[in-house]
């Protein structure tokens, strides 16, 4: 079994959806947790980050985390075409051995249909 | 003014061969790591360097050798190159994360390897 677990999709909504992205993880150790976002042939791209349990807003995005469910989503409101793309979920700890390495999920694939 | 940059964007060489990718961050990051990315799209952490120091090895083949001449560049270099080692490799850079304000990771584009 995967560290973080994160369905890989693909997801296709129509345009203006509401999308929910999710992942769970087994590691207690993780604290920070990231939502990457990464067009086909380029890098991952930062699109979220919380440092523990609760929310972050960001224009349309918004980032949950609840530690004690092991659970972290990412939620996209008034989704557009540009939004298609991998959504990868990363997470780390903060000793030595956890933070400086990134464990991420296999991603999720979403299509935003016009 | 590209944040992480990666030479060279593809390779495509021939099984045995000895191959590097090099990786340069303008950032003014002290920590760079190498991902691999498989075909599945999985992400998995190889090496991390703080200030030319290795800090992660994660149970790479010796075959990869990373040289992190100073901060600002970590090099892969690859011997013998297998068929099992086409995948995308990603360079990325931050602020050391064991330490208050440290950052979060930014990513080069990629290195696509084919091995045939």
């Known amino acids: 079994q995967k560290e973080v677990e994160q369905d890989p999709g693909p997801l296709s909504v129509p345009e203006g959806a509401i999308v929910s992205l999710n992942c769970t993880y087994s590691n207690s150790a993780f604290q920070y947790f990231m939502w990457y976002r990464q067009y086909s042939r380029k890098g991952p791209e930062l699109l979220m980050y919380?440092?523990?349990?609760g929310n972050k807003e960001d224009g349309r995005f918004t980032a949950q985390v609840d530690k004690s469910s092991k659970y972290i989503s990412l939620f996209i409101r008034d989704s557009q075409p540009s939004d298609s793309a991998t959504y990868l979920c990363?997470?780390?700890?903060?000793?030595?051995?956890?933070?400086?390495?990134?464990?991420f999920g296999t991603g999720t694939r979403l299509q935003v249909t016009l | 003014d590209t944040a992480v940059s990666q030479t060279p964007k593809y390779l495509v060489t021939q099984m045995g061969n000895d191959k590097s990718i090099k990786c340069e961050q303008n950032l003014g990051h002290d920590t760079m790591y190498w991902y691999k990315q498989d075909s599945k799209k999985f992400l998995k952490i190889m090496f991390s360097y703080n200030n030319k120091e290795l800090i992660i090895n994660e149970t790479v083949p010796n075959r990869f050798s990373p040289k992190s001449p100073d901060k600002a560049h970590l090099n892969l270099h690859i011997n013998s190159l297998e068929l099992g080692d086409s995948a995308v490799y990603f360079c990325?850079?931050?602020?050391?994360?064991?330490?208050?304000?440290?950052?979060?990771?930014?990513f080069g584009q990629g290195t696509r390897l084919t091995v045939v």
């Open positions: 990325a850079s931050s602020q050391d994360p064991r330490q208050a304000g440290g950052t979060e990771a930014f």
């Open positions: 919380t440092y523990s349990s």
């Open positions: 990363a997470m780390r700890g903060v000793d030595t051995g956890t933070a400086s390495k990134l464990t």
